[in-house]
């Protein structure tokens, strides 16, 4: 292939992620198919500017609009507030640009299921994507600890702990959608998708524990303070939820954005019928698995991830060299390529993206009546 032309549509934090994954795709898959940076579009005055000038981008511009369609222009990264997802990204599918899209894909099902069009959708799951959860999966699979019978999956931070936090978009109805079930809650959604199947009813409960912010001033961008008028929040800082598994396991998932003491504490526990395998991010390169013949009083050992785990190999030579958040990106970014270069999907897809949806507004329904969920086959 020649070089793929790529836009970046909203330039914070994850703008930048992504921008930064194409750049280092080469140096960890010579193979991989080649990118120019084209264009970055960013609302805020001169935020595209800046980023053109540090990334390369050829061109940058305040309307995402002026991506749409352009000739150079053969994929999207789509980076922007949850409440765009949808516009924006029916825009390009439908323009036949290949999309990389953060999740959660819009404020429902119904929004992610309006992205159409016979292009390649990629969505940033990218903690499926750590060489220690393939190699869980794939121990999973291989019956290394039995049946499966429960599992515990949190995704707890503190990003929202201050209580003069701003109020910014993500703590808006409208423009956020449901809160933190989207934001950290899909995550956990695809992880136990991807390391145990389906799930066929759940049970629920949310909550809203800081109940007013301080509304910015300015643009924000990540975590920031805030200064404004008091202002409502209107989505929730609190999930959990009791999920039945299509295999019949049951599995606990909590999610919050104001547990102060905990940064970035995700991960799991899965426990079978002859061991358990146990992972944190913050630990990313190591998982905790027991399984044997001995049922009670079974050790725990550590493994260290290593080059025939995942994606690790293309990163590092030898087991228990830290990689980072970083990294999962570049790994997403190169299935993206693929993808596009060989016609296949690779990595997560627009599907999962639609079934986590199903799930969130699943564990909507369920916190607003307090009654057990069967999902739509």
């Not at 992205?115 to 959708?121: C, F, L, N, P, S």
């Not at 991807?194 to 912010?213: H, K, N, P, Q, S």
Request: glycine residues 12%; aromatic residues 8%.
């Amino acid at each position: 292939m020649t070089a793929l032309g790529v836009g970046v549509v909203g330039f914070g934090w994850m703008g930048r992620v992504h921008t930064q994954a194409y750049a280092r795709v080469p140096h960890h898959y010579p193979d991989a198919p080649r990118v120019l940076l084209v264009a970055v579009a960013d609302d805020v005055p001169g935020r595209a500017r800046e980023a053109a000038g540090r990334y390369g981008f050829t061109a940058a511009t305040e309307d995402w609009r002026d991506l749409v369609g352009d000739p150079r222009i053969q994929a999207v990264s789509i980076t922007v507030p949850n409440f765009l997802h949808r516009e924006v990204g029916a825009a390009f599918a439908a323009a036949g640009q290949h999309i990389w899209i953060e999740k959660p894909v819009g404020l429902s099902a119904a929004d992610a299921r309006a992205i159409v069009g016979d292009v390649q959708v990629a969505v940033g799951f990218n903690y499926r994507n750590a060489p220690a959860v393939e190699k869980a999966r794939e121990l999973l699979l291989a019956g290394q600890i039995g049946n499966i019978t429960h599992a515990r999956f949190r995704f707890l931070s503190d990003y929202a702990a201050h209580p003069l936090g701003a109020l910014s978009w993500r703590f808006e109805r409208e423009r956020g959608g449901n809160g933190v079930l989207g934001d950290l809650g899909s995550h956990g959604v695809d992880l136990i998708r991807y390391l145990l199947g389906e799930i066929d009813a759940l049970v629920a409960d949310t909550a809203v524990f800081i109940a007013e912010r301080p509304r910015p001033t300015a643009a924000t961008a990540g975590h920031q303070r805030g200064s404004g008028a008091p202002g409502p929040v209107q989505n929730e800082d609190y999930l959990g939820a009791l999920l039945r598994m299509s295999s019949g396991a049951r599995v606990t998932l909590e999610a919050s954005r104001v547990a102060v003491a905990e940064q970035n504490a995700y991960g799991f526990e899965i426990h079978g019928t002859r061991g358990a395998i146990g992972w944190d991010f913050r630990r990313m390169g190591e998982l905790a698995v027991a399984a044997g013949e001995s049922y009670q009083d079974e050790p725990v050992r550590t493994r260290f991830t290593g080059p025939p785990d995942g994606e690790f190999g293309a990163f590092q030579p030898g087991a228990g060299i830290p990689m980072g958040y970083d990294d999962l990106k570049v790994i997403e970014a190169h299935r993206f390529l693929r993808s596009i270069a060989t016609g296949t999907p690779q990595g997560a897809t627009l599907a999962d993206a639609i079934r986590c949806a199903e799930v969130l507004d699943g564990i909507a329904r369920s916190a607003e009546t307090g009654a057990w969920i069967t999902l739509p086959a």
